[in-house]
């Protein structure tokens, strides 16, 4: 998306500029909406699981915008905004709870939304979370960022949204079981009378206090379109890679309903691995940018990994329940046991220890050979992820040794191994 030079904005131009960017992102994000219109109702029931997150978010994030403005007609009104999403008193009126409840009306499982969330939508709206709570952050960009972008912006994007969901042939066929409350507090006359206030207010609050303060608002905002973006982009993408994905199935698996695809008998042979991490964040960066792994599904909970072509699923765990280590002896080296890793070929190898170095991430083990002039010789290297898990990647230098033994007869035309055995079993002469 084009960025914005808030500094060279005129307090004059700055919510045209402001409406522009705001079409440019609803417009990406309702040419995605259109999918709602036609999907079934496990992937569109999937679309709206992910957007419960951002309302659950904004509500906190809402309160901490309020704390920091200063006392005025703003404030006021922010903090009467968040006792309506509150419910005025009332729970079973949050708005939160009416979401869940308009999922629920639909099919969803309460007890099991917490744990749906996108792990990159989680992390973009910790990223605002923390924007918020950093001292640092001016009032301005705050404002843009969740005032602008948050209560402003979020409304246009529930219409646009609500415009296609109603046009889904599930929606109109039960609608007279779905839970509306949620969408009728959201949608209509009501709700652009509020918005042009909230832009109002913010109009005499912050743009008219001068330039500074409309490049830091403005700032905040084009912040809060990216976000916005990026949350849409990988919901949609992920509900469509989950219905190409999808096997129907009953409560109890029959396997002799299962066809095999054709060309791929005997060919899958994929490891699959899981482990305990500290600090999913961290873990999830250390796997993708460090050793170049592709992230695949992910909610708050867990993440998916291809990792080299084998599966790889990072488990958000306590302290106490992470891998209890130890070293070992091996080829007169000591290893940090459990660990996992590849076997990859040379040039692989030595384009990964160059990418780590390039990350300057330290190595527990460097590169190194081991098992030199012997079968099974090979290069290894060892690193340790955020969470203490240890991982070793190795090359071969003849792959075919693997499993060898070092007296292996498959390997005795390996290394010149058939010399040195004929050697060994000649006479030492004495003397």
Known sequence: MKRTDWSMVGIGEFWKLADELQERTVAHANELFTYAETASREDLLSLLIQYRFFTTYYIADLALLTARCQPGPLRSFLANVLDDELGRGDPGMAHPRLYDDFLCSMGAVREGLDDQALG???????VAREQLLDPNTSIAFAIGLRGMGGECVCQIYLSRFYEHIIRNPYLIENK?????????????EHDIEHRETTRSLIHDDI???GACMVAELGAGYSESMTSWSRFWDNIFSSVKAGASRRVTAGSALDVTRIQAVPGRAGQIRQFHLA?????????RRFYSEVLGAKEGRSTRNFTDFNFYGHHLVLHAAPDEHLFETFTSQFHSETVKVPHFGMNFDWDTWGQLAERIKGQNFEFF?????????MP????TMFVI????????????????EVFSKVFDPRTTDVFGLH?????????ISVG
Do not use: C, Y
């Open 120 to 126: 990159d939508n989680i992390e973009l709206l910790g």
């Open 176 to 188: 007279d079981k779905i839970d509306w409350r949620f969408w009728k507090l959201h949608v209509g």
């Open 207 to 209: 743009v008219a206090q």
């Open 275 to 283: 482990i305990p991490v500290r600090d999913m964040r961290a873990s």
């Open 365 to 373: 083990d460097p590169p190194h050979i081991r098992m030199a002039g």
């Open 376 to 379: 099974g010789e090979h290069a």
């Open 385 to 400: 992820d955020p969470s203490g898990n240890a991982l070793e990647f190795k090359a071969f230098r003849n792959h075919d």
């Open 419 to 427: 010399e040195l055995t004929a050697r060994a079993s000649q006479p």
